[in-house]
Structure formats: structure tokens, C-alpha cells
């Protein structure tokens, strides 16, 4: 970009999307902002602090930091160490109170398939294979879905003939893969794990998502010191060291598209900025709020068009360690029945913060987080006293579903903090309280960065591949380097990419 203006790109929001597209985009040279409304960077991947307890506002386990993973990839771009250590096993599910551990080690977790559903062996084989298929080519940058003819080129590279055999399955759903019989234990277990990874369940899932997803505790599961929102500080201190600018307490209020083709990005407290672009880390229809009579038509139609996505019913306790009962593990998913539909308290996923992490609790206290799906549309009652009557029933519904994983843990409670759709789109700003992203059914209906404006980006969950810290990376890596390529300076962005795959083959 020498002797020509360098570009501004304004970045809305401080999640993990928004900071790891800021991130590339400064190392790439570029001029960037970024906006965030809150006091602490993070959003739905952040970490709160309340009476001397650190809670994770909603994810509490990552993954993606093995070798040739989203946050491995991006640790040796941006030259930084993220603060984690393994989780083994990455959690216990409990199906109406019968355990089975999601091992890290693929001859272990086959023994627990053998224990638990010996007649869906093949079922796991295919789901591994397709697994490998589908790690491998996004490991190439696959630029899905396809936005562009260059994209299209990138496609077509990034296949191998190794991968070519799994194509037909991408029409598929995981449910066209499992045993015709399978026992109601077999079905409750995928589809809970794949609720929690794909936003769906195997009837709807794709194939060659849902395998990936599956495979997630194999590929390694990470806890966070500090919190899960030590992934967005440790990106927020990069940014701001490497010469990014980084505002907190500055939501955005509008986004106007000027005659020259800039856009003017305006906060409620009154500061202005000219951008060349902008990456928004919102939900479509968070864009579409702030772009007012700036919206596209194609969007307008989208998010009139569009099932609203999943909500988050959720539960920060602080637990005397003492009244604890003895796990295995810290992270449980509970199932109550598996004949009802998951979600609304009778799938609950929980993650108990390390005991040896002294920055999450007081002295001799743990936090946990417990959470479970929800429709966002009925939490946004009129009547006061009944949305305080349906929270206190979903609060009793976890409790007692996290008995099955911890007994007696209602005597630990020293403190309990409900959250529902309304509490995350207070805090978070996310319309109608929408967190996870979409459900991964089909690949055709996956979406892209689009907005309808040629300078104007979306990023973070509303993004293929959308749920997880790793699939919002990935999903961002990609945003920047079509950021970049607007800028006519894909070819520098490249050679960064491929710097740090020579690093991971050494």
C-alpha cells in the first residue's frame, strides 16, 4: 500500500469475530476502529464479574487450538500465546442419569461406543471419516459459501481427490447416517451433542457439518484461565498494542452510507467516524437497525424472511467447594428425558470453573454456568409477573436437571443469577436475544459475509460456520481477507497465511 491512502475500517462490536477480523486487518496494514458498547471486550464469549465471581456470560469450553485449528492458526499470525489448558474428558453427558464421557482419545472414546451403543459402529466410523474430510479442507481457508468468482477459484483449490468422495454427502443430513433402529439412547446423545455444536438436531443437520461437530472432543476442548473472556482480552491487547484503536462504552446508533460510497458510523455518545469499510459484528438484524433507511433490500427481505435463531435460558451460580460432591470432570450435559424434545430445561449443558483457577471465585467457591436453548419469542412477555413466574420455573427446571451430574448441588448455591433472551439482548445488544448463530442444516443455506453494501461486512456467529469461538475465527479469518482483497491487498494477506502454515509445519 505504499504511497496511497491507507484504509479506515471501522469494526462494530469487540466479540471474538469483530477482534480477530480488527486483528488481521491491522497486521495486513490497515487503519481500524473498533466500537464496543460494553465495558469488557467478548460479547456472547465474554466473562463477567459479580461479587467477586468471574461467570462466562454463554460459551465456557474452546476448541480449535490444535495444530492447523482457527485459534492455533491465528496465535501464529498475530504472535500470540492464548491462556488455556486441555479439558479430558471434554465433558460427561448424562442421559436420564446414565454417564458417558466425551474422551480426547479416539481408542477410549471407541471403548465408551462399545459400552454405551455397540450397534452404531459404523455409524462413528463414517462420522470420523467424514469428520477428516471436512477438518482438512478448512484448514485450506475454504472460502464457503462462495461470494465471488475468485471465491470459486479458492473453492475449487481447496479440494483435494483425497476429499472428493465425501462431496455426496453434503446433501445429506447426519440423521441419513444413523442405524434405522437406533436406540432412543443413541438418538438423545447425537442430537444433544449436535444442539450444542450445529444448532440443530441429526434429522436436519448436514452430514459433513455434523460429523466435524461430533468429532469436536477429539480434536481438543480448552478451558480458558480466567475465563472464556481471556480469548477477546488477550485479541483486545494485541489490537491495541499493534496500533488498532479500541472503544469501549460506544454502541453504535446508526451507519450511514454517504453518495461517495463511504459510510459514517455514529455512536449514542456523539462520536463520529468516516469509514472506508466497515465489519459489523452483528446479527443481520442488528445490521439492519443500525443501517435504518440505509438497509439493502436483500437484507430487508432476509430478516423478515428468516427464523429467528436460538435463545440461552442460563444460570450463574457460586458454589461453596465444600458442599461440592466429587466429579470426574468439570463440564456435564444433562439430558432428563430423552423421548421429549431438547432444549427448555431437559437438555442443560453445565461447566463448573477449575478448581485451580483462583481468578474465577472467592476462596474456597466455584462459578458455574448452566444454560439450555430456548425460543426467544417467549421471553418477551408483556406481563412482568409472568415472565418472573416462567424464570423462576426454568431456574427450578436446571436445578433440578443438574442434580443428575452434581448431587446435592442446591445446598452449594451461594449466590444465583438468571439469565434469559431479554438479559442477553439488554447486555449484549442482540436482538430479540439471539445467541449461537443459525442451525447447520443445509450447506446451500449457509450464509456468507453479504450485507447488500460492496464496503460493508458481517462477522461473527451469523456467518458460516458460525457457532464456537473457532467457527467465529475462522469465519473472521476469511472476512479479512476479503476485507483486504477490496483494498486491492489480498496478495499481503496471503503471504501471512501462508507464514503461518510453514510455522505449523515446523
Request: proline share 7%; aromatic share 10%; glycine share 10%.
Amino acid at each position: 500500500m505504499t504511497g496511497a491512502k491507507i484504509p479506515h475500517v471501522v469494526v462494530v462490536g469487540a466479540g471474538i469475530g469483530g477482534l480477530t477480523a480488527a486483528a488481521l486487518l491491522v497486521k495486513a496494514g490497515l487503519r481500524v476502529t473498533v466500537l464496543e458498547a460494553h465495558i469488557y471486550p467478548g460479547g456472547s464469549a465474554g466473562t463477567f464479574y459479580h461479587q467477586g465471581y468471574r461467570f462466562d456470560a454463554g460459551a465456557t469450553l474452546a476448541g480449535g487450538f490444535s495444530r492447523g485449528g482457527p485459534h492455533a492458526r491465528l496465535a501464529n499470525l498475530l504472535g500470540v500465546e492464548w491462556p488455556i489448558q486441555p479439558v479430558n474428558p471434554a465433558w460427561i453427558t448424562f442421559i436420564e442419569g446414565q454417564p458417558i464421557f466425551q474422551w480426547a482419545e479416539r481408542e477410549r472414546w471407541r471403548e465408551e461406543i462399545e459400552q454405551n451403543f455397540p450397534e452404531s459402529r459404523s455409524f462413528w466410523r463414517m462420522q470420523e471419516w467424514l469428520a477428516e474430510q471436512a477438518w482438512q479442507v478448512s484448514a485450506r481457508n475454504f472460502p464457503f459459501p462462495p461470494q465471488s468468482l475468485r471465491d470459486c477459484g479458492d473453492l475449487v483449490k481447496a479440494l483435494r481427490p483425497s476429499t472428493l468422495p465425501a462431496a455426496p454427502f453434503a446433501l445429506l443430513t447426519v440423521g441419513h447416517l444413523l442405524p434405522r433402529r437406533s436406540s432412543k439412547l443413541l438418538r438423545a446423545f447425537v442430537d444433544s451433542q449436535l444442539l450444542i455444536s450445529a444448532q440443530t438436531t441429526s434429522p436436519h443437520a448436514n452430514a459433513l457439518y455434523g460429523s466435524a461437530a461430533l468429532d469436536l472432543p477429539r480434536r481438543g476442548v480448552h478451558h480458558v484461565r480466567g475465563g472464556i473472556g481471556q480469548l477477546a482480552k488477550t485479541l483486545a491487547d494485541w489490537l491495541t498494542h499493534n496500533g488498532g484503536t479500541l472503544y469501549y462504552r460506544q454502541p453504535v446508533e446508526s451507519i450511514v452510507v454517504k453518495q461517495d460510497g463511504n459510510l459514517l458510523v455514529h455512536t449514542r455518545k456523539g462520536l463520529q467516524f468516516q469509514a472506508d469499510g466497515v465489519v459489523a459484528n452483528l446479527t443481520p438484524w442488528g445490521l439492519a437497525e443500525v443501517l435504518g433507511k440505509s438497509v439493502p433490500q436483500r437484507l430487508q427481505n432476509e430478516i423478515h424472511a428468516r427464523p429467528k435463531g436460538w435463545g440461552a435460558f442460563t444460570l450463574y451460580l457460586g458454589l461453596e467447594k465444600a458442599e461440592l460432591p466429587a466429579v470426574p470432570a468439570d463440564h456435564f450435559q444433562v439430558v432428563v428425558n430423552a423421548g421429549r424434545p431438547l432444549g427448555e430445561g431437559n437438555s442443560v449443558f453445565i461447566s463448573l470453573s477449575p478448581q485451580d483457577d483462583p481468578l474465577r471465585a472467592p476462596p474456597g467457591m466455584r462459578t458455574a454456568t448452566l444454560s439450555t436453548h430456548t425460543r426467544v419469542a417467549d421471553w418477551w412477555l408483556d406481563d412482568r409477573s409472568a415472565y418472573e413466574e416462567k424464570r423462576q420455573a426454568y431456574t427450578e427446571k436446571m436445578l433440578a436437571a443438574a442434580e443428575f451430574a452434581l448431587p446435592g448441588i442446591r445446598r452449594a448455591v451461594r449466590l444465583c443469577l438468571p439469565g434469559t433472551p431479554r438479559t442477553f439482548a439488554f447486555y449484549t445488544r442482540r436482538p430479540y436475544g439471539m445467541v449461537g448463530g443459525f442451525p447447520q442444516t443445509s450447506l446451500l443455506a449457509a450464509r456468507g459475509s453479504w450485507t447488500g453494501i460492496s464496503n460493508l461486512w458481517l462477522v461473527g456467529d451469523s456467518i458460516f460456520p458460525g457457532q464456537s469461538t473457532a467457527g467465529v475465527t475462522l469465519g473472521a479469518m476469511r472476512v479479512a481477507r476479503q476485507v483486504l482483497d477490496y483494498f486491492s491487498a489480498q496478495t499481503e494477506f496471503d503471504g501471512l497465511i501462508l507464514k503461518a502454515e510453514r510455522l505449523h509445519s515446523t
